[in-house]
């Protein structure tokens, strides 16, 4: 069987970018049109590089006198001549080149990962895109709403701060859609607001449950908790979701560096949330949330059961102070 | 409203106590008051009097720091009969009595030396202390056995800003009426670093201690009456254990608390009615209560505020860092037909979660508070409702509590309602705190 010979032509993040199959030698590779092999990169000589095959069959790269010469490479040592295997990778210019034959292995495909697709699914899909938004512009007005004491003063509240929200949002997005100019020369806006209204709702959804929590007299240390856990998960997924949406890297490394980050965050909050707590403190700390009455989950007590409980708190206490006498 | 430290111009004229933003004020009163001030070079003849015939009694009290040997803390003393005891206000001698080790108390003679003292006896509810003097002043002064007539003239002495010996003129305004000390209305100025000096009729007998200014000539006075309660008492701190002294200021807080609040508890809780619900009222006379309520227009709620307080000078003064010995409540109501249940609960919740009013103390003096919350049905009521505890370290069995409830019921009205408790016994503070919720009814 003829061998067939492929020359792979690499970005500088060792992607391919172009395949040529070398059928006949000598090959030229340089940026003018008379090469075999037509390189766009501004460092690479009109005619920069000759392939030869010797009469022993031997492979071998010629430096044709270019300018900025001919690397072997990892190592960046410039040669004039190299003979070429298939673990001999050259660099001319910004570019990277190396051989190719039909034996070469390559890797099992990865596996897709369970809920990318659907992920992909979800912020490309045009309802969800609106369903998301409505909602969180309907969520906005309500919070605003709660907020008007005053007839007089409904608009200036309702509309209190809402330039600088948006503002926010757009530096916000604009971010994302940078890094995705970057890495995969494609805006996608309406994703990342998917992403963001997404992770807005969740975020306040988890305050909400926080709320509720509160009211129902659950003590500020699980609430702590709660905040450190939704912290965890709205952050670490929404950070994977826009950089998936923005880059080309693999899922498991986003999923760990998203974690990593998200993972720090919470461990910054915990380790303030403990060192608050053995800080000597005027501070009240209960959970203080009010909300309507039809919210209350937890039983009441009576009276006398509340003040007869109190024991234990005065027994804390005194603890606390005999710890602090020692 | 000023605070204690601040609004106590005779303790420790120290500049680290009072705060910089407030120092601006204080200039403001002194320089207000400072035309008072009579000095003895245009005494009237019987300020003269007086004058001559008691200053061989007074001595500049100063308590000194160990490591730097400069002054902590000045006021004045007066030396009574018997065994020539130097009597002084508690508030003056506290950083010895707070850091023995890093204090000394000496008192000043007129020629500028240094005789040292011995602390003998306390009374911290009184602000009254009794000092030995190694070497007294030569004379003593005799305490008055009678009650004396409104309106009658009166003297009061001391080394206000360490001007020298200053008399100052007033009248006696009669033992102050609903007040829990029973302090003297002294309409007089009274300056930092008169504190413990004495307070003397026409004829030169002492008729109380001064104690604390309002400004504006409003003075108060320690009765004599405490002074010799304390000179006759037979049992005293043992003088080489400084310890004992913060046991003795422990022991006289508990007996305290545990009569003022004994005492309202001893009677059912006096009510008000404040907007459907009946709340605790004046509990003691000696409470003063305020009330407020909004008036903004557009608002679609309304509120009342109803607050009980002691006076400052009824607080107790333990340090320049702590203060304790009180009590106070206050009751916010709101009400509205137009706002829904979220935004009148979420109103609500700022009164509930903010306005703790402080009590006064450092890390040295109490630990962190704890707290417990719970859903508490009363009379029909639901209440959410915390508790919060600390504990003093340095006197056993004495705590700070702040008690509040939120009241969650199927009506247009909420109420919150705050009871804090500064150095009450842990028994009295639950007491209170369940006579005082279990007092709270809806009327409508």
Known sequence: MEEVIYLEVLDRFDRVKERVRLSSFPVEVGRAYSNHVILDDRYVSPCHLRIVRGSDGQIVAEDLSSRNGLFLMPEGTRVRTTPLGLNTQLRIGRTLLRLRTRDCPVDEAEREGIGLDLQERFVNSGRVQAATLTAVIALIGTHQYLGVYNENQFWNVLLDGMPQ???ATLVYLSFWCFLGIIFVRRLRFRAHLTIFCTLFLLSHLSSWLEALLSFNCVSDLWLKGVDIVSILFVFSLGLFAH?????????AH???LA?????????KEGLEAIQSRWDFSQTLRFSDALLPPVCRVA???SVQDFFRDARTLKDRVDQDRASASR | MPTFQTNEPY??????????????????VLLFIAPGLVHSAELSPEADKVLHQVRGALVQVQVNDTSTGAKACTGTGFRVLPAGSVVTNYHVVSPFVEF?????ICCIAPDKTEIPATLIDIDVVHDLALLKVANPPPDTISLLDRPAEKGARIFALGFPFELGLTVVEGLYNDVVKESLHGRIHFAGSLNSGMSGGPAVNVSGQVMGVNVWSRGNQASLLVPVDFVKTLIDRKQRPSVGEPADFQKKACQQLLEHQGRYIGEILSRPLPTVELGGYRVPGKLAPYLKCWGSSSHERGNLFQTSHYSCHMENEEFLFLS?????????????????????RIRLYKRCQAAFKSGYPSIQAGRDDVTSFDCQTRFVTSKGLTFKVVLCLRAYKQHLGLYDAVFRAASLNENDTALVTTLVMAGVSYSNAVDLAQRYLESIQWKK
């Open chain 2, 11 to 28: 303790c420790c004229p120290c500049s680290r106590t009072i705060p910089r933003d407030r120092l601006r004020w204080l200039w403001t």
């Open chain 1, 299 to 301: 039983p009441g007590v």
């Open chain 1, 165 to 167: 929200m948006l503002m």
């Open chain 1, 243 to 251: 950089l998936w949406t923005s880059t080309q890297a693999r899922p």
């Open chain 1, 259 to 267: 974690i990593l980050i998200a993972g720090g965050m919470s461990a």
């Open chain 1, 254 to 256: 986003l999923w760990l």
């Open chain 2, 100 to 104: 023995p080790k890093l204090h000394r």
């Open chain 2, 320 to 340: 320049n860092d702590q203060i304790t010995g009180f009590l106070k409540f206050s009751h916010f109501l709101i009400t509205s037909r137009q706002l829904d």
